[in-house]
């Protein structure tokens, strides 16, 4: 395999072209400054984060840093799968649930590493989530939202009914840790970075999806189903596909609690509560927005924490407040004053390439 890196330097565009067996492929990368500084600066204030909490003795708060990082990764899928199905979701928590339990029950049973039971739980997830989307084709408005928000509730009757494998609120114990590190605190920043790779490798997929032929197809589906297949475009098929993906996604997810706190009780991540933080991180970030959805859930979970600190009993009112005050004085969310700001830095375009 042979990777040829060319520059064209009006454009500011990198071209990786590569070689492999007689077929040839080029890929496209901007690197232009107005489009990369401002994200650069932010991710590397993200990433020097937890070292900088290392460094004033707030080991704690590396934890909640971790606990973002999952919700994060949940919130960005949750996103493309709202853009891609057209529909309001209520059943995200229902997919970590399953990842969770599968990487902690294949664990128990069979004794297998964290590695085996990533790939089990991201192909369960699509599974499962394949066998489930037919919901997405079938049902609109009030009764999709009603059929996700139902999920979540039976399969935490079933770990309550099963307390024998699933063990309801005691958990399930003995998963192996994903990082077998001694120091708790080399453990929590290995953790947070470990969490942020996967953050990062979200938010890079769900942008080339956006910004494909396929996203500007979803974007017509999320606008009106009906318009979108009077011009042709195979609506189920993407709803189908991007359900099941997104599933396989947030699965992943649960597999990373579980093996980061050694047990997984998946009836805490079925609840109402941890639904709520899914659900203000993706809306406070920016409805439909990728690099929102991160800085939502960020926000939510920032916020959460220092009314838990600083407040005490009366921590959980504030934090309702401060996040529902935020939806209605910010509607397009934190991501959305930063658009209006550099709007024409984020705006995809659409090239039509005559053929000759």
Excluded: C
């Excluded at 049902?139 to 494998?165: C, H, K, M, N, Q």
């Excluded at 992943?252 to 941890?274: I, Q, R």
């Excluded at 910010?330 to 830095?345: D, F, I, S, V």
Aim: no cysteine; aromatic share 18%.
């Amino acid at each position: 395999m042979v990777v040829k890196i060319l520059r064209k330097e009006r454009r500011g565009r990198l071209i990786f072209e590569i070689q492999f067996r007689g077929i040839s492929r080029r890929f496209e990368w901007t690197v232009e400054p107005r489009y990369w500084r401002n994200p650069i600066i932010a991710t590397l204030l993200w990433l020097l984060a937890p070292v900088f909490l290392w460094m004033v003795g707030r080991y704690s708060l590396i934890s909640t840093l971790v606990f973002a990082n999952v919700v994060a990764m949940i919130s960005v899928a949750y996103s493309l799968r709202v853009i891609g199905t057209g529909r309001l979701d209520f059943g995200p928590t229902f997919f970590v649930a399953l990842g969770g339990y599968v990487a902690a029950l294949t664990s128990k049973w069979y004794g297998l590493g964290p590695l085996e039971t990533f790939f089990i739980a991201f192909l369960m997830g699509i599974f499962i989530g394949f066998l489930l989307s037919p919901i997405v084709v079938i049902s609109r408005g009030i009764y999709y939202t009603l059929i996700t928000f139902v999920l979540p509730f039976v399969l935490y009757e079933i770990a309550y009914w099963r307390s024998d494998i699933f063990g309801a609120e005691t958990g399930i114990p003995g998963v192996p840790p994903l990082l077998p590190l001694i120091n708790p605190i080399e453990a929590e920043l290995a953790y947070f970075y470990l969490g942020a790779v996967f953050v990062l490798a979200y938010v890079f997929f769900v942008d080339k999806v956006l910004r494909s032929k396929y996203g500007l197809m979803m974007g017509v589906l999320n606008e009106d189903e009906d318009i979108a297949n009077m011009y042709g475009i195979n609506t189920n098929y993407i709803k189908i596909i991007i359900y099941s993906i997104t599933s396989g996604m947030i699965s992943l997810a649960g597999w990373f609690l579980a093996h980061y706190y050694m047990s997984f009780t998946g009836v805490l991540y079925l609840s109402p509560e941890f639904l709520t933080l899914i659900l203000l991180s993706a809306v406070v970030g920016g409805k439909g927005a990728v690099y929102g959805a991160v800085v939502g859930s960020y926000f939510i979970i920032g916020v959460r924490e220092l009314t838990r600190i600083f407040l005490g009993g009366y921590s959980i009112v504030v934090f309702y407040v401060v996040a529902l005050s935020m939806i209605f004085l910010l509607p397009e969310g934190l991501w959305g004053l930063y658009r209006k700001r550099r709007y024409r830095e984020y705006i995809p375009s659409i090239k039509v390439r005559r053929k000759t």
